[in-house]
T-cell receptor, first 112, second 115 residues
Framework: EDKVVQSPLSLVVHEGDTVTLNCSYE??????LLWYKQEKKAPTFLFML????IEKKSGRLSSILDKKELFSILNITATQTGDSAVYLC????????????FGKGTKLSVKP | NAGVTQTPKFQVLKTGQSMTLQCAQD?????MSWYRQDPGMGLRLIHY???????DQGEVPNGYNVSRSTTEDFPLRLLSAAPSQTSVYFC??????????????FGPGTRLTVL
């Protein structure tokens, strides 16, 4: 059965901390792995990863994919209260070129 | 561009009622999909479409119908609402991928309660 597992499910940190969110997957016909941020509304796109070992960065956020070990991590450095959100990991897989299977998400709370 | 729009934002139904959730996109995306999001369950794919006239089932299709008569619109129909369909529904769209997948753009969601 195809699945995406995120850990931890929730995390509380203080401003300025660095956090690492984990995503492991088992799917047939892997195409790409995507990270989204969700703040009480629609998920917003962060990164799409297709190749192992190539880090993607956007400001304080970065992500990397390991296709051999079937996981990805999302790093957030110098966290701010505005980083509080649910972070979703999704894998594009299978016969159709658009279908995503999502993990349950990691709820990050950043305290002042 | 308005992106992906959904109506209504909120809806309360009684068990057995039917309704249609509307989704439209103005980005000329070939691929459109519907997800439901339940607490502790993440987002689960209901139905999807790779182009006008082509639809297929996702992970949780029972109780829902879709059609795709135009590239822009992808309505989701609940035939006979049940309390188990209480959820937040998201529509998403993207270009057809070249094989590596594409970023999907999500609408603002519809919060549905079935009593």
């Amino acid at each position: 059965e195809d699945k995406v597992v995120q850990s931890p499910l929730s995390l509380v940190v203080h401003e300025g901390d660095t956090v690492t969110l984990n995503c492991s997957y088992e799917v047939t016909n892997f195409r790409s792995l995507l990270w989204y941020k969700q703040e009480k509304k629609a998920p917003t796109f962060l990164f799409m990863l297709t190749s192992s070992g190539i880090e993607k960065k956007s400001g304080r956020l970065s992500s990397i994919l390991d296709k051999k070990e079937l996981f990805s991590i999302l790093n957030i450095t110098a966290t701010q209260t505005g980083d509080s959100a649910v972070y979703l990991c999704a894998v594009n897989y299978g016969g159709s070129q658009g279908n995503l299977i999502f993990g349950k998400g990691t709820k990050l709370s950043v305290k002042p | 561009n308005a992106g992906v729009t959904q109506t209504p934002k909120f809806q309360v139904l009684k068990t057995g009622q039917s309704m249609t959730l509307q989704c439209a996109q103005d980005m000329n995306h070939e691929y459109m999909s519907w997800y439901r999001q339940d607490p502790g369950m993440g987002l689960r794919l209901i139905h999807y479409s790779v182009g006008a006239g082509i639809t297929d089932q996702g992970e949780v299709p029972n109780g829902y119908n879709v059609s795709r008569s135009t590239t822009e619109d992808f309505p989701l129909r609940l035939l006979s609402a049940a309390p188990s369909q209480t959820s937040v529904y998201f529509c998403a769209s993207s270009y057809r991928s070249s094989g590596r997948g594409n970023e999907q753009f999500f609408g603002p969601g519809t919060r549905l309660t079935v009593l």
